[in-house]
């Protein structure tokens, strides 16, 4: 996974160009059910970050990218869900992480559609809150406004993580070298 990591970060370092697009892809990737477990994209989108602290990127098209991206893959997840119902929870991993499924149900009865917007921000449940909020028939005019928002704030906050980090990094580096 690192190779992939860094040969991505390499890739988007030499073609801006590909920027916006490689962040769509990436943030596609995070958010459509189960795929978000086989590609490290919140690491390679705070790495994306990092590269935008060096002045090698602009932030403004790594966010339209990977808003764009997280809509394409969460709504992928809300349909797969609200398609296959509660089937869905039956494909791997799902069945083999009953607690979690328990816990996503149960977040659903309590706090509805606000589950969505906290799903953003949780790496692992990214994926399967999309899934959920569709397996558990949540109407589409409540998830389609969270969602988006949810979207529009992770791409952000993702890789401005990455960017402040890499601010941090070169303000020590030079105080450790005098530079």
Request: include cysteine.
């Amino acid at each position: 996974m690192d190779a992939l990591t860094d040969a991505t970060l390499a890739f988007i370092g030499e073609n801006r160009a590909w920027a916006l697009w490689i962040a769509l892809v990436f943030a596609a990737a995070e958010t459509t059910a189960f795929l978000s477990i086989l590609i490290p994209s919140t690491a390679i989108l705070f790495g994306v970050g990092a590269l935008v602290a060096t002045g090698g990127l602009d932030f403004t098209p790594i966010w339209i990218g990977a808003s764009l991206g997280a809509m394409l893959g969460s709504f992928f997840s809300y349909w797969l869900g609200w398609r296959f119902g509660p089937r869905a929870l039956e494909m791997w991993p799902m069945r083999d992480h009953r607690a979690l499924i328990h816990r996503g149900t149960q977040a659903f009865a309590r706090w509805g559609a606000f589950t969505v917007l906290i799903g953003h921000f949780f790496g692992p449940l990214r994926a399967v809150v999309f899934v959920m909020a569709g397996v558990s028939r949540l109407p589409a005019w409540q998830f389609v406004p969270v969602n988006i928002l949810g979207c529009i704030a992770w791409a952000w906050a993702t890789p401005k993580s990455g960017e402040i980090g890499g601010n941090i990094l070169g303000y020590l580096w030079s105080l450790v070298t005098g530079g």
